[in-house]
């Protein structure tokens, strides 16, 4: 059962709008609700909380002339990272995208899923978008770990008397927290998790606590709250505003973990966290950052004031190495965030037939969330390690960050257009005025990010077009593989009356045929017959399908379809964000009168061996890969949880 799962039939989407899907709205129950606001401030806001660390450095390094650190430039940034922060995340996240989920779940794949289900079908844009989406989030998936660990690392270098800490010492330890961050993956973060929340609300505390200590002393640095010093200051400096807009995104870069695990909090928690908690303390913090910029200024009379790790400066020494510490558990959280992050969207897209099937370990008898895919974590731990030994610092890898993240956000921002159009039947001239500024702001961004392609911000965009490569060939290789099969076998009710007419040696026990078209005889059923020359008493030709939505209830689970005496059609539907459990599934089918004992029951797989062919498939390239994803995917013995014993394969030779 390779391939693409097809969609099952599906009852139409709850209105996003809709309060139904408010599941986590404060109905009263006040504890459990600040509680879930409590756990999303470490999962959801590690990476957006971290920000300070080094956004506002290299903003104003951006900003800064040949003459050094200019007041204008100071407010200028300020102002533009608040701005960034108030539109980037505030309305088009919090208030606009958040209210755009599919049954509760964000993330640009539930929002593919849910732009599919408002169309009718799968289109290719809608793929494309998705695809492109997914595919750039790994490159924000392996820069994260590797630019927050780094920039608090570095920290130590403001210590009084570790000034001269090596470039060498540095790598080390980074290096060394972030190969034991991926070696306890498969551990699982259950345990870990319960402090990720109170450490980063302790973190956000921190923050605006130093952060206030500076604006008390330049207050005038609230006036950058204006908008006007940030249309000035792009006004007044060309193509540079350009590349410190390119900085100034690094403020917001953590926005899609806000949508993508909505699953996880409900929207209003996630809601009340940003604007009661997080959103204040980091205003009050890139202000402060301003006015420790703005007083070390003042302080030096007129001379040339280079480049400063501000956000650790202004902190008092006394307080610095604690602050280090705390600041290495926040970005170790954001981490984590990340990570686990790339886990679910793997799984994701596995179930939605855009990548071959991985293993996939559960890590908690409790939490459905907590997985570990050995192959994506071996994959971003490269990509980390080999990021931090090509960049080194925190500075030069801040040229590599963004444009990915950029590119996810107007791919969300395009998708939510048509739910707003084609869901939610919004008139074209209201949803151009709601979308249009949204993705003009995020092209602003897309564009200044660009500018620093030959700096390093190409390689997440390789990353994210060598894995839609692998996306596109899965999904077209499939597609090709599926209809061939089509062609090359027999309906499934033309079969059965050549069976009735030739009735085969009959066995006892169970023999279930794992398939994708239910339609057509499986491959399974034709080589047992054609080899084993056998046919069991009961046969149950079963089919997985994949809903459009992230989980199906249980009572919708299988459904049962009598064909003779001999065959019963079995559909299993799982959501895109659930893991295949067939033995489970199968025991719910005896209200249906479907009795299975796995002890009397064989599971038979079709094994297909994928060869090139002499005529023109996917091209020669793709036909190469195509054949090493299948040989590397995964059981579907493993992924789909049957007992190893009870299991037959029955291989083919198939070309594409």
Same mark, same amino acid.
């Given at each position: 059962?390779?391939?693409?799962?097809?969609?099952?039939?599906?009852?139409?989407?709850?209105?996003?709008?809709?309060?139904?899907?408010?599941?986590?709205?404060?109905?009263?129950?006040?504890?459990?609700?600040?509680?879930?606001?409590?756990?999303?401030?470490?999962?959801?806001?590690?990476?957006?909380?971290?920000?300070?660390?080094?956004?506002?450095?290299?903003?104003?390094?951006?900003?800064?002339?040949?003459?050094?650190?200019?007041?204008?430039?100071?407010?200028?940034?300020?102002?533009?990272?608040?701005?960034?922060?108030?539109?980037?995340?505030?309305?088009?996240?919090?208030?606009?995208?958040?209210?755009?989920?599919?049954?509760?779940?964000?993330?640009?794949?539930?929002?593919?899923?849910?732009?599919?289900?408002?169309?009718?079908?799968?289109?290719?844009?809608?793929?494309?978008?998705?695809?492109?989406?997914?595919?750039?989030?790994?490159?924000?998936?392996?820069?994260?770990?590797?630019?927050?660990?780094?920039?608090?690392?570095?920290?130590?270098?403001?210590?009084?008397?570790?000034?001269?800490?090596?470039?060498?010492?540095?790598?080390?330890?980074?290096?060394?927290?972030?190969?034991?961050?991926?070696?306890?993956?498969?551990?699982?973060?259950?345990?870990?998790?319960?402090?990720?929340?109170?450490?980063?609300?302790?973190?956000?505390?921190?923050?605006?606590?130093?952060?206030?200590?500076?604006?008390?002393?330049?207050?005038?640095?609230?006036?950058?709250?204006?908008?006007?010093?940030?249309?000035?200051?792009?006004?007044?400096?060309?193509?540079?505003?350009?590349?410190?807009?390119?900085?100034?995104?690094?403020?917001?870069?953590?926005?899609?973990?806000?949508?993508?695990?909505?699953?996880?909090?409900?929207?209003?928690?996630?809601?009340?966290?940003?604007?009661?908690?997080?959103?204040?303390?980091?205003?009050?913090?890139?202000?402060?950052?301003?006015?420790?910029?703005?007083?070390?200024?003042?302080?030096?009379?007129?001379?040339?004031?280079?480049?400063?790790?501000?956000?650790?400066?202004?902190?008092?020494?006394?307080?610095?190495?604690?602050?280090?510490?705390?600041?290495?558990?926040?970005?170790?959280?954001?981490?984590?965030?990340?990570?686990?992050?790339?886990?679910?969207?793997?799984?994701?897209?596995?179930?939605?037939?855009?990548?071959?099937?991985?293993?996939?370990?559960?890590?908690?008898?409790?939490?459905?969330?907590?997985?570990?895919?050995?192959?994506?974590?071996?994959?971003?731990?490269?990509?980390?390690?080999?990021?931090?030994?090509?960049?080194?610092?925190?500075?030069?890898?801040?040229?590599?960050?963004?444009?990915?993240?950029?590119?996810?956000?107007?791919?969300?921002?395009?998708?939510?257009?048509?739910?707003?159009?084609?869901?939610?039947?919004?008139?074209?001239?209201?949803?151009?005025?709601?979308?249009? +500024? !949204? &993705? %003009?702001?995020?092209?602003?961004? =897309?564009? *200044?990010?660009?500018?620093?392609?030959? $700096? /390093?911000? @190409?390689?997440?965009?390789?990353?994210?077009?060598?894995?839609?490569?692998?996306?596109?060939?899965?999904?077209?290789?499939?597609?090709?593989?599926?209809?061939?099969?089509?062609?090359?076998? +027999? !309906? &499934? %009710?033309?079969?059965?009356?050549? =069976?009735? *007419?030739?009735?085969?040696?009959?066995? $006892? /026990?169970? @023999?279930?045929?794992?398939?994708?078209?239910?339609?057509?005889?499986?491959?399974?059923?034709?080589?047992?017959?054609?080899?084993?020359?056998?046919?069991?008493?009961?046969?149950?030709?079963?089919?997985?399908? %994949?809903?459009?939505?992230?989980?199906?209830?249980?009572?919708?689970?299988?459904?049962?379809?009598?064909?003779?005496?001999?065959?019963?059609?079995?559909?299993?539907?799982?959501?895109?964000?659930?893991?295949?459990?067939?033995?489970?599934?199968?025991?719910?089918?005896?209200?249906?009168?479907?009795?299975?004992?796995?002890?009397?029951?064989?599971?038979?797989?079709?094994?297909?061996?994928?060869?090139?062919?002499?005529?023109?498939?996917?091209?020669?390239?793709?036909?190469?890969?195509?054949?090493?994803?299948?040989?590397?995917?995964?059981?579907?013995?493993?992924?789909?949880?049957?007992?190893?014993?009870?299991?037959?394969?029955?291989?083919?030779?198939?070309?594409?």
């Amino acid at each position: 059962m390779t391939g693409a799962p097809p969609v099952a039939a599906h009852s139409a989407p709850t209105d996003p709008a809709s309060p139904k899907t408010d599941a986590a709205a404060p109905t009263g129950r006040h504890g459990a609700f600040w509680a879930m606001a409590l756990g999303s401030a470490g999962v959801v806001f590690g990476d957006i909380g971290t920000s300070p660390l080094y956004a506002f450095r290299l903003a104003l390094a951006q900003a800064s002339t040949h003459g050094g650190v200019q007041t204008d430039a100071v407010m200028g940034v300020v102002s533009l990272a608040l701005w960034a922060l108030f539109l980037v995340v505030t309305v088009k996240y919090v208030i606009f995208l958040m209210r755009a989920d599919n049954h509760g779940e964000g993330g640009v794949l539930s929002l593919m899923a849910l732009a599919q289900a408002a169309i009718g079908r799968r289109t290719l844009m809608i793929f494309m978008l998705g695809g492109i989406g997914a595919a750039l989030f790994y490159g924000d998936a392996v820069i994260t770990p590797a630019i927050s660990v780094l920039s608090a690392v570095e920290g130590f270098r403001s210590v009084p008397g570790l000034e001269g800490l090596s470039l060498g010492t540095v790598l080390i330890v980074a290096l060394t927290i972030l190969v034991i961050l991926f070696m306890v993956q498969s551990r699982g973060t259950a345990k870990v998790a319960g402090f990720f929340g109170p450490i980063c609300v302790v973190w956000f505390g921190c923050i605006a606590v130093f952060g206030l200590m500076q604006i008390v002393h330049a207050p005038q640095v609230l006036l950058a709250i204006s908008p006007s010093y940030a249309a000035v200051f792009l006004a007044h400096h060309g193509t540079v505003g350009l590349f410190v807009l390119g900085s100034v995104f690094l403020t917001v870069t953590g926005a899609e973990a806000l949508y993508a695990d909505m699953g996880h909090f409900g929207r209003w928690p996630i809601q009340a966290a940003w604007l009661f908690m997080v959103l204040p303390c980091l205003v009050i913090n890139y202000l402060g950052q301003g006015a420790f910029a703005l007083r070390t200024l003042q302080a030096a009379h007129g001379a040339a004031v280079g480049d400063v790790d501000w956000f650790f400066q202004m902190i008092p020494a006394v307080a610095r190495v604690p602050m280090i510490v705390l600041a290495m558990a926040a970005t170790v959280i954001a981490s984590q965030a990340v990570i686990t992050g790339a886990y679910s969207l793997t799984n994701q897209a596995m179930q939605l037939g855009l990548l071959p099937r991985m293993v996939v370990q559960r890590t908690s008898e409790t939490q459905a969330g907590q997985i570990y895919l050995p192959q994506i974590n071996m994959m971003l731990l490269v990509g980390v390690i080999v990021l931090i030994a090509v960049f080194k610092t925190s500075d030069s890898l801040g040229n590599a960050y963004g444009l990915a993240v950029t590119g996810t956000m107007a791919v969300t921002t395009s998708l939510g257009f048509i739910v707003v159009r084609r869901l939610w039947k919004w008139p074209l001239p209201a949803a151009l005025a709601l979308i249009g +500024p !949204l &993705l %003009t702001v995020d092209f602003i961004f =897309l564009g *200044a990010n660009a500018l620093k392609l030959l $700096s /390093g911000a @190409a390689l997440p965009l390789i990353l994210g077009a060598a894995l839609f490569l692998v996306m596109a060939t899965w999904v077209r290789g499939n597609d090709i593989l599926s209809r061939k099969l089509q062609r090359d076998t +027999p !309906l &499934l %009710t033309d079969f059965l009356e050549i =069976l009735k *007419a030739r009735p085969p040696h009959r066995v $006892s /026990g169970t @023999a279930i045929y794992l398939c994708g078209d239910p339609d057509h005889a499986p491959g399974a059923l034709l080589h047992n017959l054609k080899h084993n020359r056998v046919l069991h008493e009961h046969n149950i030709i079963l089919t997985v399908e %994949t809903a459009e939505t992230p989980r199906v209830d249980e009572a919708d689970r299988v459904r049962v379809t009598p064909i003779n005496d001999d065959f019963q059609s079995v559909r299993v539907r799982y959501g895109f964000m659930e893991r295949p459990n067939l033995p489970k599934a199968l025991a719910a089918c005896r209200k249906y009168g479907l009795v299975y004992d796995v002890m009397t029951t064989s599971f038979f797989l079709g094994r297909k061996t994928v060869v090139a062919s002499a005529r023109k498939g996917l091209g020669h390239l793709q036909d190469r890969l195509f054949i090493m994803l299948t040989k590397n995917a995964a059981n579907p013995t493993d992924f789909f949880q049957i007992p190893p014993g009870r299991v037959l394969e029955m291989g083919a030779q198939v070309t594409v």
